[in-house]
């Protein structure tokens, strides 16, 4: 038998509360990955634009953006920084007591900063 955080037997979860989890974790994960992607951006403002090969062309830039990107999406899907492990703990309760509401939320798609 399982116990909750409260030493109190664990409920199991409903398909609606394991759904809202589901897409809790999807969000989160996808907020970790928009910031990554930011932090990322803005370090790369920091390097210079021309190198011994000349001043960096569209084509790198766009390519560099692209790389950022999947890197950024990549460390935030291995949990990398830990972010969104922390915003799950915190919005866990939250999502369960709606849970059937939370459950049919859309978090499809990702959203780009």
Same mark, same amino acid.
Do not use: Y
């Given at each position: 038998?399982?116990? #909750? ?7 199991? +979860? ?5 759904? $809202?989890? *589901? ?12 910031f990554m992607q930011m932090l990322m951006s803005a ?14 062309? #569209? ?7 692209? +790389? ?5 999406? $990549?460390? *935030?899907k291995e949990g990398g920084l830990g972010i969104g ?10 999502v369960l007591a709606n849970a059937k509401q939370e ?8 959203? #780009?900063?």
């Amino acid at each position: 038998m399982s116990l #909750d955080k409260l030493g109190a037997p664990a409920q199991p +979860l409903t398909p609606d509360q394991k759904e $809202a989890l *589901a897409k809790l974790h999807d969000a989160a994960t996808q907020f970790e990955g928009v910031f990554m992607q930011m932090l990322m951006s803005a370090m790369q403002d920091t390097v210079p634009k021309d190198s011994i090969f000349g001043q960096e062309s #569209d084509a790198e830039q766009t390519w560099s953006e692209m +790389l950022n990107d999947q890197r950024a999406q $990549a460390i *935030a899907k291995e949990g990398g920084l830990g972010i969104g492990k922390v915003l799950e703990e915190q919005m866990r309760s939250q999502v369960l007591a709606n849970a059937k509401q939370e459950a049919h939320v859309q978090v499809d798609g990702r959203t #780009d900063p």
